[in-house]
Every structure is written in C-alpha cells, then in structure tokens.
C-alpha cells in the first residue's frame, strides 16, 4: 500500500503559478499527476518513470514541469502561465510497474491515489 499526501493547492489568476507536492510513503517506479474538473473525466496532466522520462499532456506541455525528490520521497508539479481551464482537482498517482506508454494517462490503470487538492484559476 502506497500513501500519498497531496499539497500546494489554492487560487491564484490568469498567468500565476503554483507549485504542488505529493509526500509518498515510497517512490514506485511510476508517478503521475491527474486532475478532475466538475463533470468531467479524470485526466492525465504529467507522469514520470524511472528517473527521468516524463510525459505531458498536450494542453499542458510548456507550461507544467513534473520532477521528484527520491530522498525527500516527494513529487512536485511546477504549473506555470495558468489558465481558467486548469481548474481542477489535482491528484497523485503512484504504481509499481513501468506502465506503457498508452496507459500513462488513463486513470483507470494507477494502483494508488492521493486525495486531491483544488487549484483554482481566475480570470
């Protein structure tokens, strides 16, 4: 079992920046960042496998920057230039296994989740 502790949430407006952490009882090999607007699906924003490859959603890549502390066991997502549309609940997602790459950004293959913290974007 992997727990995982979300902070860095809150309000900032258009073209502010925030930073979230995820505290993890271990680092598994895969981490990931999600996020879930009011009514809609959960969705991929950044993962990270192994030490350094990543993968970023397209509505993000540019603005967010996703890197781990393995001694400090943290994860981090550096969000940068926010837009309204980045309104969400943002989650912490960690497996053990190497998922493929089809599978990074869907939700329904994580083993273990966060729970959450809001970021909300003014305009």
């Known amino acids: 079992q992997v727990q995982l502790v979300e902070s860095g949430g809150g309000s900032v407006q258009l073209g502010g920046s925030l930073r979230l952490s995820c505290a993890a009882s271990?680092?598994?090999?895969?981490l990931g960042w999600f996020r879930q607007a009011p009514g809609k699906e959960r969705d991929g924003v950044a993962t990270i496998h192994g030490d350094v490859a990543s993968n970023y959603a397209d509505s993000v890549k540019g603005r967010f920057t996703i890197s781990k502390d393995k001694a400090k066991q943290i994860l981090y997502l550096q969000m940068d230039t926010l837009k309204p549309e980045d309104t969400a609940v943002y989650y912490c997602a960690a497996d053990y296994r190497g998922l493929r790459e089809a599978e990074r950004m869907r939700w329904t293959a994580w083993q273990y989740w966060g729970q959450g913290t809001q970021v909300t974007v003014s305009s």
């Open positions: 271990t680092m598994t090999y895969t």
